[in-house]
T-cell receptor
Framework: GENVEQHPSTLSVQEGDSAVIKCTYS??????FPWYKQELGKRPQLIID?????GEKKDQRIAVTLNKTAKHFSLHITETQPEDSAVYFC???????????????FGKGTKLTVNP | DGGITQSPKYLFRKEGQNVTLSCEQN?????MYWYRQDPGQGLRLIYY???????QKGDIAEGYSVSREKKESFPLTVTSAQKNPTAFYLC????????????FGPGTRLTVT
C-alpha cells in the first residue's frame, strides 16, 4: 500500500521568511495530493491540493509542487505570518478510477512555528 | 465550522468497557471516515464508508467497529479489545471517495484508565 513520509517534523522560521515542507510517496500510481492545516485545538482543514497532471499550483502565499518522477511533493509558504503557525499534514491517494482504494494516506505532520 | 459534529468533546471510560463515539453530518456527503490522531503519528484511518450500509477497514481497524445505517451518521465503537484506546478521534466526511476534500469534525478525546 501507499506510504507517505513527511519532513521535517518541526520547523521554526522568522516572520516574513519562507517555509518548505516536503513529502515523499511510495506508490507511483498515486494521483491526488492534498495538504491540510491543523491549528492548535482545531480540526484539520484543506489548504491546497494538486493532481498528478499538474506540476505546480499556487494560492496567494501558498504553493505546492509535484515531482512525479522522484515521487515527492512540497508545500511552500512565502512571507510567513504568526497565524501560519500550525501542524501541516500532506496526504496521497490513488483514484478509485485507477484501481485505488479511495482512501487518503497521511504523513505524520510538520509543526510549523512562525516567530514574530 | 458547522456541518459535521462529534460528541462528546471529552470522554472518560474504565478499562474493559466499550464506548461509542458519535459523528453526524448534514452536508449530504456519501463518504465518511474515522481517524485516530496520536502525537507524532499523523492521522491514521480506522474505518471508512463510501455509502449507507457499507464500510471498509482502514489501516488500524483492530479493536474498533462501526455502522452506517443512515447517511448522516457514522458511529465508532471502541471495544475492550483495543489495546491502547486513549487517543484523539476525528471523524470526517466528503462528497465521495478519492479526490475530494474531507471535512473534519471537532474531534473527541477519549481517555481510558
Amino acid at each position: 500500500g501507499e506510504n507517505v513520509e513527511q519532513h521535517p517534523s518541526t520547523l521554526s522560521v522568522q516572520e516574513g521568511d519562507s517555509a518548505v515542507i516536503k513529502c515523499t510517496y511510495s506508490d507511483s500510481a498515486s494521483n491526488y495530493f492534498p495538504w491540510y492545516k491543523q491549528e492548535l485545538g482545531k480540526r484539520p482543514q484543506l489548504i491546497i491540493d494538486i493532481r498528478s497532471n499538474v506540476g505546480e499550483k499556487k494560492d496567494q502565499r501558498i504553493a505546492v509542487t509535484l515531482n512525479k518522477t522522484a515521487k515527492h511533493f512540497s508545500l511552500h509558504i512565502t512571507e510567513t505570518q504568526p497565524e501560519d503557525s500550525a501542524v501541516y499534514f500532506c496526504a496521497a491517494s490513488l483514484s478509485p478510477r485507477q484501481g485505488g482504494s479511495e482512501k487518503l494516506v497521511f504523513g505524520k505532520g510538520t509543526k510549523l512555528t512562525v516567530n514574530p | 465550522d458547522g456541518g459535521i459534529t462529534q460528541s462528546p468533546k471529552y470522554l472518560f471510560r474504565k478499562e474493559g468497557q466499550n464506548v461509542t463515539l458519535s459523528c453526524e453530518q448534514n452536508l449530504n456527503h456519501d463518504a465518511m471516515y474515522w481517524y485516530r490522531q496520536d502525537p507524532g503519528q499523523g492521522l491514521r484511518l480506522i474505518y471508512y464508508s463510501q455509502i449507507v450500509n457499507d464500510f471498509q477497514k482502514g489501516d488500524i481497524a483492530e479493536g474498533y467497529s462501526v455502522s452506517r445505517e443512515k447517511k448522516e451518521s457514522f458511529p465508532l465503537t471502541v471495544t475492550s479489545a483495543q489495546k491502547n484506546p486513549t487517543a484523539f478521534y476525528l471523524c470526517a466526511s466528503s462528497i465521495g471517495v478519492g479526490e475530494h476534500e474531507q471535512y473534519f469534525g471537532p474531534g473527541t478525546r477519549l481517555t481510558v484508565t
